[in-house]
């Protein structure tokens, strides 16, 4: 079995500041982490490597700095990893990603592709879907568990209101919560053969693709200006009786006609 799991590189939202003047991100001095729900994704194929049996290949589109997230993708368990770098994918919105990444994914031979849900630079969750759309497969979103048995691949995905189990027949897109994958360590011995290997590097030539969907050519949406969450306004605390403090959100609620 082989699964194919889409990483990215992203700066640590923790720590991010943004320019009052430009409206753009800081990324100076902004430690570069692996996406969250990425790294669960990296978790639930290592998982299904160990439980029965499977080449687990990472893949991402970046800038060389990402080679090192692709390092410790190997030093967690990952076989593989392919960055796919390029100026030509710069500029690139959420289509042209996913095309970029199903053009390097039509290349390879695989059984499964696991993805996060969404980046946190972004917050889209729309890589991954269209990246399905692309390759005209099945996709379950959502997902807080998968495992193989003789029946096909089982998923369960979180819904607003319960946890819904699939059967899912054929190859197939995933996208998975971190909140339900706890991702492994990096070992020593796991370190040291990550910077022993090839972090294989493509570019548009060697991916199947069309170079006017590429980048910024090929992106229909662009960003014109971020800016911070405003704060809000400091609430009013009341010390009231239960009664009193019933008839307060209650005369709220009507005054701002939610009944």
């Not at 990402?66 to 390092?71: K, P």
């Not at 946190?120 to 729309?126: E, L, S």
């Not at 704060?231 to 009013?236: I, N, R, S, T």
Request: proline fraction near 5%; aromatic fraction near 4%.
């Amino acid at each position: 079995m082989n699964i194919i799991v889409c990483v990215k590189q992203v700066p640590d939202t923790t720590e991010i500041k943004i320019d009052p003047v430009k409206g753009t991100l800081i990324r100076d001095g902004v430690p570069a982490i692996m996406n969250p729900d990425d790294k669960g994704g990296l978790e639930l194929a290592l998982r299904l490597k160990e439980q029965h049996g499977a080449t687990v290949t990472v893949v991402s589109m970046g800038p060389p700095q990402a080679d090192v997230m692709l390092r410790e993708a190997l030093a967690m368990g990952a076989d593989r990893a392919i960055l796919i770098s390029d100026r030509k994918f710069a500029g690139a919105d959420t289509l042209a990603t996913s095309y970029t990444l199903a053009g390097c994914i039509k290349t390879l031979d695989y059984d499964l592709i696991i993805a996060g849900r969404q980046a946190i630079d972004g917050d889209t969750a729309q890589v991954a879907p269209e990246m399905a759309e692309h390759l005209g497969l099945p996709q379950v979103t959502y997902v807080v568990d998968a495992d193989i048995t003789p029946e096909g691949l089982i998923v369960k995905k979180e819904n607003e209101d319960c946890v819904q189990t699939l059967a899912v027949e054929g190859k197939c897109v995933l996208t998975v919560l971190a909140s339900a994958f706890k991702p492994r360590y990096m070992t020593v011995a796991g370190i040291i053969d990550a910077y022993d290997r090839e972090v294989e590097v493509w570019s548009a030539e060697k991916i199947d693709v069309d170079e006017n969907l590429l980048g910024l050519k090929g992106s229909p949406t662009k960003v014109f200006r971020s800016f911070p969450k405003a704060l809000k306004a400091p609430g009013e605390v009341h010390e009231l009786s239960d009664e009193e403090a019933v008839e307060l959100i209650f005369n709220r609620l009507k005054e701002k006609h939610i009944i």
